[in-house]
């Protein structure tokens, strides 16, 4: 800021060294010297940042401010030059040298130059708005050629580096003449935006009052030359269309609307929608594919090294890539549906599928999307409206043919407006998908050549009609074997990696690895024992750091000291000979478990007591054996009769149970305690029982087998209609472990139950 004397000005003031000067100066005389900085910004001047011409001021009055600014009033009195300068600890102080009164060169040509500067001031403060009338009257009736120039001085709305050499001229004429100057350029802006605001009201209505500013800018830039043509912009949307491969629909729907962009004016609010709709239309990839290369070698290849184990898994894939190469209508690609427990490697299964043919990779996460406009798109109506999510996958992918994850489909969430699931019925339907309609697209899009991969936790909660559009391959819990096998050759690596140790060569034991498995995870999948294992190695990490181990190679010892109290107790089965308890086999989202059934008989009314959150079926498996029992005269009479209570209870109340598979450990439970014989230990069982004593198939024979192996079962009775199934399970765990199958539950009782 530049002052000039003569004038009286407010000054507020907030830096705590010109606070302190403005004090010393009231405490000697109210006298001050302001000038102006070379940088307004700098907050610590010293005298090279200051210029040397100011004006020596007198102070009228100060006043504190609530907010801790002083605000003080002067005066200018003369001008003045810096000719030593202090920078005191807590204020500033200097030498001041008082400059000479302005020189007027002639006197004729001095009231001439006074008389002009002051009409052109005048015509000047008219336009001006921000001009004082006041200020304007008092430069009219002073005769001070030295006095006018100060007040104009200080009313020019000039750059202050201007204003600072006005300050400094010291002749009369000089310092006029460049105020005629100033004030002829700025009579002319004023003038120049006057007729700038007047362009502008002419061309936006009373509702559009908020683009004002918008709209200045744009005719300032016109009259600069600078503008960007709003027509080159429909130029250039033009020239990608003729450059770009598009359907014919899709150039006729472009055309429709461009002609409605290029007659809109720019500032509507429906202009940029109009725009992001027609850069949607543009981007998809209508034609765009990569070239897929199905080379079974290399497939086969790609899914070993990603993947240990998995073999059924790997085989169907392989088969349906297979298929896919000799087909002849290309358009009809297969839908695959991964179903298992977490951790088991879909996701990543579905990856290398990718990579292994040469086809982009998009994942697309349903779980909890309940709205159907997640998939189909909202319509344009709506504010912020957007396509579905399989045309942003479209777009993302950049090509026609990609391979898009469908990941947890089985957790796809309802509403009263509907479900998604049921926009996904078209999208997988290969009779149907060739004419895929997004509601924001409004145009059919070609989803045939898109190899759909979908992947589930269960099958039980897909709708019926999606279900039946997938190939359905199901990844079954990984073994004791595999898991030790995974975090050996992969995990392990992988967590040295991400914890920094590749450059200690620590090591670890097979033994030490089977110990994180059995005692600190139990899951079907892998991910927690990789969490285990970076939790091991963190620890030994901060060791190392500190020098506390000395041996690198990692033993059982160390896993129990590191990880702690084990978090699961691997062994669920019982270890003696009991009556009324059965091992029982079930499969959950997990995998496999291993279900333990606990019955008792003492004295009451005839009740029949359920507890453990069991489901309505499993309720009936109860009845159907009490049935069995009562016409094979193993339960001689009713309970009422008999004035016996029965109560079965199957422990981890918290987690619900159903399903008709437990019919044969319910039946053996009652026997047990009516006939009170004790049922073997080290054995399970599962099979749907009737009331004729029959046992039928059921399902997840190779996860309960693999939960029963891994609890240390030594024999399982199961369905003889489940005989195919055992091909399924591992021929290292089908060695190790006796598969009894039965067709009657009378020989699992014979079998079961002590003599």
Request: hydrophobic residues 40%.
């Amino acid at each position: 800021m530049v002052l000039f004397p003569d004038v009286v000005t407010h000054l507020d003031v907030g830096r705590p060294k010109s606070v302190e000067g403005l004090n010393k100066a009231m405490e000697e005389g109210k006298k001050i010297f302001l000038v102006a900085q070379k940088d307004p910004l700098c907050e610590e001047p010293n005298e090279d940042d200051l210029y040397r011409v100011g004006i020596i001021a007198h102070i009228k009055q100060v006043m504190k401010l609530p907010t801790g600014i002083v605000r003080v009033l002067i005066e200018g009195e003369r001008r003045g030059r810096l000719k030593v300068f202090y920078n005191r600890e807590t204020f500033y102080e200097g030498f001041i040298e008082s400059m000479a009164p302005l020189v007027a060169d002639k006197e004729l040509e001095t009231k001439a130059l006074l008389r002009l500067i002051i009409h052109e001031f005048m015509d000047y403060a008219e336009i001006n708005p921000g001009i004082n009338p006041e200020t304007a009257m008092k430069v009219q009736n002073i005769d001070d050629p030295e006095i006018v120039t100060n007040l104009i001085a200080s009313q020019l709305a000039v750059d202050f580096k201007e204003k600072q050499n006005l300050l400094e001229i010291n002749t009369f004429n000089a310092k006029a003449e460049n105020i005629l100057k100033s004030l002829t350029v700025e009579k002319s802006l004023i003038k120049l935006e006057q007729e700038i605001g007047e362009k502008v009201k002419g061309n936006i209505d009373k509702a559009q009052r908020e683009y004002f500013l918008r709209e200045q800018i744009k005719v300032i830039r016109k009259e600069l030359n600078e503008s960007v043509d709003y027509e080159e912009e429909i130029d250039n949307l033009r020239s990608r269309v003729k450059a770009g491969n598009y359907p014919n629909n899709v150039i006729a729907r472009f055309e429709k609307e461009i002609n409605r962009l290029e007659t809109m004016p720019p500032n509507m609010a429906e202009s940029p929608v109009l725009r992001t709709y027609i850069d949607w239309l543009l981007d998809l990839p209508w034609f765009k594919k990569t070239k897929e290369d199905i080379d079974l070698v290399k497939v086969r290849k790609k899914l070993d090294k990603g993947h240990y184990g998995l073999e059924d898994a790997k085989e169907r894939i392989t088969e349906h890539l297979a298929v896919k190469k000799l087909v002849k209508d290309k358009n009809k690609s297969p839908i695959l549906c991964l179903v298992g427990p977490p951790g088991v490697g879909k996701t990543s299964l579905a990856s290398s599928i990718g990579e292994a043919i040469n086809r982009k990779f998009v994942r697309m996460s349903l779980g909890g999307v309940r709205d159907e406009a997640e998939i189909r798109g909202h319509r344009r109506t709506y504010v912020g409206s957007m396509p579905g999510r399989l045309i942003q996958s479209m777009k993302s992918a950049g090509t026609k043919n990609p391979i898009i994850l469908l990941d947890e489909i089985d957790k796809l969430g309802a509403d009263y407006k509907g479900g998604p699931s049921s926009a996904l019925l078209e999208a997988l339907d290969p009779e149907q998908n060739y004419m895929f309609s997004d509601h924001y697209i409004e145009l059919p899009y070609d989803l045939s050549d898109v190899f759909f991969i979908t992947t589930a936790n269960t099958l039980s909660t897909i709708p019926a009609p999606l279900r039946d559009r997938m190939e359905i391959i199901h990844l079954s819990s990984y073994t004791e074997k595999e898991k030790l096998e995974i975090a050996k050759n992969h995990l392990f690596k992988k967590q040295i990696k991400e914890n920094g140790l590749e450059d200690y060569n620590i090591k670890i034991d097979n033994k030490s690895l089977l110990t994180i498995i059995r005692f600190y995870t139990h899951e079907s999948g892998v991910r927690n024992l990789e969490r285990e294992i970076g939790r091991l190695l963190r620890k030994i990490a901060v060791d190392v750091l500190e020098g506390k181990l000395t041996e690198l190679q990692i033993k059982e010892n160390h896993v129990f000291e590191y990880l702690g109290v084990p978090k699961v107790s691997n062994y669920k089965v019982k270890r003696k000979l009991e009556v009324g308890v059965v091992n029982g086999l079930a499969v959950t989202s997990l995998g496999g478990d291993l279900l333990t059934i606990e019955g008792a008989l003492y004295s009451g009314k005839g009740k029949l007591l359920l507890t453990g959150q069991l489901g309505d079926v499993m309720k009936e498996s109860v009845n159907a054996a009490m049935s069995y029992l009562r016409s094979k005269n193993i339960m001689e009479d009713d309970l009422e009769t008999l004035k016996k209570d029965i109560h079965i209870h199957v422990p981890e109340g918290a987690i619900p149970k159903d399903g008709p598979s437990a019919g044969v450990a319910m039946t053996t439970v009652l026997a047990s305690l009516f006939l009170n014989k004790k049922v073997k230990k080290d054995i399970a069982m599962t099979g749907e029982v009737t009331i004729r004593g029959h046992v039928l198939p059921i399902g997840g024979v190779k996860e309960k087998v693999l939960a029963a192996f891994a609890n240390g079962i030594k024999t399982v009775y199961l369905p003889k209609g489940n005989e195919q199934n055992i091909e399924d399970i591992p021929s290292d765990v089908r060695n190790k472990i006796e598969l009894i199958l039965v067709d009657d539950v009378e020989t699992v009782l014979k079998g079961a139950l002590e003599e």
